[in-house]
C-alpha cells in the first residue's frame, strides 16, 4: 500500500504510539497515508478507537511477527 509517511513506534507502549501518530497526523495534508509500526499488542484496539474518534480513517491493520502496522489515512 501507498503512504506518503512512515511513523516508527516499535518499543513504545501506550499512549505514545497514539500521541505520535496523533501529532504525525496534524502535519500532514488531508487525504494523505500514515504507515504506522508498532509493538504493543494494545495497540490494536487503541488504533481503531483513535481512527473512530478523530475521523481519520484506518485502512488496513496487519500483524507480522509481533509487529502491527497500520495505515490511516487523514481526514
Known sequence: MNFDRELDARG???PLPILRAKKALGEM???QVLRIVATDPGSVKDFAAFAKQTG???LSS???NKEFEYYIKRK
Open 62 to 64: 496487519a500483524e507480522n
Open 56 to 58: 481519520n480513517e484506518l
Open 29 to 31: 495534508s488531508s487525504g
Open 12 to 14: 513504545l507502549n501506550c
